[in-house]
């Protein structure tokens, strides 16, 4: 199998990694609410989840949706795409999970003030920790989305490569009789 192929399941595995670290040190948080280690953990490095799940509570009212609903089918289906060895699965994965992303990063402009001044757009970016996380879930992200793209190309530069040699180059001889 191409490492290539292997690549993809990068992105949505680490979302799935940081989505499930997220929900735990939520979970855990409920169970030790005077540790400050953990509200350290919950509120600098998974802020943005926390963000995000603001956002998502308009529409989705449910604890651990972002990890049940969201993350878990995404890293399921590109399982499933390992397993099968099928780019379709990796395809929809792929592009879930840097929507995923996506979301991520604007649920973290949506909760922020807008002041704007001297005609500045305010942009809002996670500091420390949240930051290395945002960065490494977005990364890893676009890099499994763009490798899915590479592989398509290929794969349609071979079909294209494949139907010109099987019509073939024709040349016309004496007499009017076709060469190959």
């Known amino acids: 199998m191409n490492r290539l192929f292997k ?30 280690l953990l509200w350290f953990i919950n509120v600098r490095i998974f802020g943005i989840f926390q963000r995000s799940h603001t956002t998502l509570s308009y529409f989705v009212a449910m604890d651990g949706f972002q990890l049940f609903g969201l993350a878990l089918p995404i890293f399921l289906l590109a399982c499933l795409g390992l397993a099968a060895k099928s780019r379709l699965p990796f ?7 840097a929507a995923y992303a996506g979301f991520l990063v604007f649920s973290w402009q949506a909760g922020v003030p807008t002041a704007k001044q001297a005609s500045l757009v305010p942009l ?3 500091s ?18 763009a490798v899915t793209h590479l592989l398509y190309f290929r794969a349609v530069g071979q079909e294209i490569r494949a139907l010109l040699n099987w019509v073939g180059p024709t040349r016309v001889g004496r007499g009017g009789a076709e060469v190959k």
């Open 91 to 97: 395809t929809l994965a792929t592009h879930l999970s």
């Open 124 to 126: 809002a970016v996670p």
């Open 128 to 145: 420390g920790a949240g930051l290395y996380l945002l960065a490494t879930i977005l990364g890893t992200c676009v890099l499994s989305f």
């Open 7 to 36: 690549l993809q399941i990068l992105g949505p595995s680490a979302l799935f990694a940081a989505t499930l670290c997220a929900e735990l040190s939520a979970r855990a948080l409920e169970y030790a609410p005077r540790s400050e």
